[in-house]
């Protein structure tokens, strides 16, 4: 008995000692998609920018596959000390309906850390994909004898929601082919294996301005600012067709209060960082506000998607599982 008063004691001694000497050893940011993709991307920009600020290293690990479910998982089961978190989107949401068999619930998975960004998306094909226009492309497809193909991220992925969507919006179909993250659909895109893919501005822009995939629209509201000459799909033809991506950061449910209130504040200054703010804007997205950078903002944007996707996807019935 007396053994166990004396953990417990020393276990609460160590408690807030941890916290405050947080962060003592290098830090781990799951990436649940493939390297080079525009999450990756994110998260590499952002782990600069809060290691800076948190004096520590933060390495980034990439862990695609099943929409981001097996990386997601992962942290999920880590230990919730704040050495290892995960960057994500709303696939977080999503995969929380499409994967029947996930072993944990979403919305009470993760200590939320804050949001980062909200990225456009772009609707993009190979760059000898004969059509010229939004509207081109669309007849292009539906006249075209063999199936176009599509590569997305997976089932729940921001491409293969994007996917749905254009299909719903044209009523047409399209083979869809999942990678790991949308870093090897661009390889393949660029290499003419596939025909189109639909992926945030952060991983398209290079690209598009180089020409080496065509672009046939942007998925928001607002052009793109370094190409503004790409309209978007609403402009372009299709009504109402709007998709942003909101990407955030999420550690284990358990976190200690004072370590997530500290990342919290690392988050929220990096996103102010002139260098990262730069380094968005180049890939054509923008930091979250302050406001939004902030644990609450996180876990209510993750438990209102996976209220908001739930009916759509059940409605469509149709699982990853
Ligand atoms: N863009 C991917 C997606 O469709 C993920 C990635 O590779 O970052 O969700």
Known sequence: MRIWTLITALSMAAGPAIAQDYPARPITIVVPAAAGGPTDTIARITAQAMSKLLGQQITIENIGGAGGTIGTGRVVRAA???????????????????????????????????????????????????????????????????????????????????????????????TTVP?????????????????????????????????????YAVTTKARLKSIPDLPTADEAGLKGFELGVWHG???PRGTPPD??????????????????????????????????????????????EIDRWAPIIKAAGQYAD
């Open 249 to 251: 950061l999420f550690a």
């Open 259 to 304: 370590i997530v209130q500290k990342l919290s504040v690392a988050l929220k200054t990096a996103l102010k960082d002139p260098d990262l703010v730069k380094r968005f804007n180049d890939i054509n997205t923008e930091p979250m506000t302050e406001s939004r950078a902030t644990p609450e903002a996180a876990q209510h944007m993750l438990v209102s």
């Open 179 to 215: 990678y790991r993250g949308t870093a090897p659909v661009m390889n393949d895109l660029i290499g003419k294996q596939i025909d189109m893919s639909c992926d945030q501005a952060t991983n398209t822009t290079g690209p598009i301005l180089g020409k080496l995939v065509k672009a």
């Open 80 to 174: 919730p000390d704040g050495y290892t978190l995960v960057i994500y989107h709303v696939g977080l949401s999503t995969a929380a309906t499409l994967y029947r068999q996930l072993p944990y619930d979403t919305k009470t998975a993760f200590s939320s850390i804050g949001l980062i960004t909200d990225a456009p998306m772009t609707i993009i094909a190979r760059p000898d994909f004969e059509p010229n226009t939004l509207s081109e492309f669309v007849a292009y497809i539906r006249s075209r004898s063999v199936k176009t193909t599509m590569g997305n991220a997976g089932v729940g992925s921001a491409s293969h929601l994007c996917g749905m969507l254009f299909m719903s919006e044209t009523q047409l179909q399209v």
